[in-house]
Structure formats: structure tokens, C-alpha cells
């Protein structure tokens, strides 16, 4: 059972009895906004100590029994991962690196001692929503279809230990953009909360993680600003991540720096992305620390030229401002969207929408 493969499990279909009604899921799809409405089906595997992974169904999207006293609601057993489904640009139904977010959903897996998915299974539990569910795709420009797969325990046990039962999910959102504002450059509050600490669960993608950001968050928007940087837990001076996007800085060199994966970091795939890509263009790119005085000094002296940050949901988001709440505000470069910037979230997007050629093999096509 632990060496199940996707050729080896069969999803059962039923198909939701009473869908969405066409014209609300159609004016859902011109403006989608973020993770407010959900489509018809779901996904789900359940996973015991006795029978591994099995009851693989892809069924109407529904509430889930659980019982008071399932693991994930006292200790925070649960993890997840996030990818989109687009339409290329031939109408062709496309993931992009899903075997990446599975690899990373198992890096997850164990450190927060869960069963690993094979990573086959994970890749077809997403194609199968999204087949079942192909009318979800958004019409709008840059619209998507996201997918949140996740796992969590759910045997009702309140002793503290590993679970012997848990349930895999898939559901899908159709998703426009990210950012409500569509602000060109966004303004970063530097946190004097931590996200992660050396030897946590930094480096998983875990629903504890984001409770933890949430304060600090909440505290960046009622100073006015859009997003939270964090910095790390030991010495509190070098720029980790922002609470679910990774950190690139671009110099007048035309060189790239992203802060290196020391573990308290989530290992983004549009990270890996965007540096492969970069490298591509003779760019060069190095992965290291980068301390917020630095960083500040540098964008005094026009050294540091750009800087974004980056994730699956709202992909190369500019960073135009940071104020640390000792030190005050610093500008980066003009204050809005950047040269190199752009050029790397077009490439990106390029590839991610089917107009460009795909030459890592990122992007897989569904029908
Ligand atoms: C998911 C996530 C990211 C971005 O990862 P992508 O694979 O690029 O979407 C960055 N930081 C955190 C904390 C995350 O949870």
C-alpha cells in the first residue's frame, strides 16, 4: 500500500446532484477574486495504519464529519500546498510542475509526521478535479483555476503522538487577482514577530505556520501597509520572506539575490522558477543572506534597484516601499514596478500560459 502508484488507484465518480447554477458560477468566473467561491467537486483519499492509502473518490464538493476530538483540531496535524490549473493559449488545460508541489507536500508530510502521498497519486488527484470540473475555468485575463490540496488527521484521539488516520483533499477556486488593489508595487511592514525559528517548521507548508503570521499580518494592514517581511528568529536582522511569498532583490549590476534556504525558509516553486529562469537570461543569481540594514543602505545608495516577491497565487508582485518600525520608511528605486521585474514575471507567465516555449518542461498538459 505504501508503494501505491497512480496506475494503482481508482478514483470513484459521482457527480455533484445539485452544481453551482450557470449563471452565478458564470458571473463568478468573470470576477473570481481570491478563494471566495469553490467548485462543484472534490477530491478525497483516506489514508489508516492498516489500509494505507485508499477510497479514492472524486465526489461533490461538501462539508466533512468530524469528530471534537480529531488530532488536527488540537494539534494542528495539517498541511497543504497550492497550485493553479490555467488554459493555454490553444484551450489545452494545463498544471504547472505538479510533481514540484508533490515532492514538496511529502517534504511537509514528514516533518510533521504524516504518511507520504506518492507523488503520482498527488499529481492525478489534481487532474481529476480538474477534469471534473473543467467549466470552473475563470474568463478573465491571467484567470486560473487554484487548487488546494491538502491533508490532515482526523482520528479522534487527544493523547499527543502521531495519528493513525488522516484524509487527503483536493478542492479548486477559480482565482483573478491576487492582490484586490492591483496595486503596481506593494509596501512592506518589517515584523518584530517571527515566522520561523531555526530547527520549526519554517520550511513546511503547514496551516500552523500562517495562524502564527496572522498577528503580525493584522498589525502590517492597521499601519497601512500590504504585507508583513519577517526576519530571522536568532538574530533578527536577515530578511527571510514575507508571510506567503519568497524575497528577490535586483542590483545595478543587473545581478539577483534571493535569501538562500537555510530551513526556516518555505522553498517556493516560483522561487526555483524565477531562478532558473533569470539564469537562463545570463543573469547572475546568487542565494545568500541579505541583512535589512543592508538592504536599506543599498537602496540609499542606488546599488539595490529593484525588489519583488513571489508565490503561486499572485506570482511577481514589486516591492516599493518598506518602513521598519525603528528605523522609518526606505524607497526602492522609484518606488514602483521595475525593469527586471517585469521581464522575469513575463517570462514566467509566458511559459506558465502556453506563449512561449517551455524549455525546463514546467508545464503539464492535461488533454
Ligand atoms: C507557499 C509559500 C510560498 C510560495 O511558494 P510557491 O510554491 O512559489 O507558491 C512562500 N512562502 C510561504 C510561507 C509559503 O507558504
Aim: proline share 7%; glycine share 10%.
Amino acid at each position: 500500500m505504501a508503494t501505491l502508484a497512480a496506475s494503482q488507484i481508482n478514483f470513484t465518480h459521482q457527480p455533484h446532484p445539485s452544481p453551482v447554477p450557470v449563471d452565478v458560477r458564470d458571473a463568478a468566473l468573470a470576477d473570481p477574486g481570491f478563494g471566495k467561491l469553490f467548485s462543484d467537486h472534490m477530491v478525497s483519499i483516506e489514508w489508516s495504519e492498516d489500509a494505507g492509502w485508499h477510497n479514492a473518490q472524486v465526489g461533490p464538493l461538501t462539508a466533512i464529519p468530524l469528530h471534537p476530538a480529531a488530532s488536527v483540531l488540537h494539534y494542528a496535524q495539517e498541511i497543504f500546498e497550492g497550485l493553479k490549473a490555467y488554459r493555454l493559449q490553444d484551450g489545452t488545460m494545463a498544471l504547472f510542475r505538479p510533481h514540484a508541489n508533490a515532492a514538496r507536500f511529502n517534504a511537509s508530510a514528514r516533518r510533521l509526521a504524516m504518511p507520504e502521498l506518492p507523488e503520482d497519486v498527488f499529481v492525478e488527484a489534481c487532474r481529476q478535479l480538474v477534469a471534473a470540473d473543467r467549466d470552473w475555468f475563470p474568463t478573465v485575463p491571467g484567470g486560473s483555476l487554484y487548487l488546494r490540496p491538502f491533508m490532515f488527521a482526523d482520528e479522534a484521539f487527544l493523547g499527543v503522538r502521531p495519528a493513525k488516520s488522516y484524509k487527503f483533499l483536493v478542492i479548486a477556486s477559480p482565482a483573478g487577482n491576487y492582490f484586490k488593489s492591483g496595486a503596481p508595487a506593494v509596501s512592506l511592514w518589517v515584523s518584530d514577530y517571527t515566522r520561523a525559528a531555526p530547527g520549526g517548521t519554517g520550511a513546511a507548508k503547514c496551516g500552523g505556520n500562517y495562524a502564527a503570521s496572522l498577528v503580525p499580518t493584522a498589525e502590517a494592514f492597521s499601519r497601512g501597509h500590504d504585507q508583513v517581511l519577517f526576519l530571522d528568529a536568532a538574530e533578527h536582522k536577515w530578511v527571510e520572506e514575507l508571510g506567503g511569498m519568497n524575497m528577490f532583490f535586483v542590483f545595478d549590476d543587473g545581478s539577483i539575490l534571493t535569501p538562500a534556504l537555510t530551513g526556516t525558509i518555505l522553498p517556493g516553486i516560483t522561487r526555483e522558477s524565477l531562478i532558473a529562469l533569470a539564469r537562463d537570461e545570463g543573469l547572475t543569481v546568487r542565494e545568500d543572506r541579505y541583512s535589512i540594514d543592508q538592504w536599506r543602505a543599498d537602496a540609499a545608495t542606488g546599488r539595490l534597484v529593484e525588489a519583488f516577491a513571489c508565490g503561486t497565487a499572485a506570482v511577481v508582485t514589486p516591492v516599493g516601499r518598506v518602513t521598519d518600525p525603528h528605523q522609518g520608511e526606505f524607497v526602492i528605486g522609484s518606488g514602483g514596478p521595475g525593469q527586471t521585474t517585469g521581464k522575469l514575471k513575463d517570462r514566467l507567465v509566458a511559459i506558465q500560459r502556453g506563449a512561449a516555449p517551455d524549455p525546463h518542461g514546467w508545464v503539464m498538459r492535461l488533454d
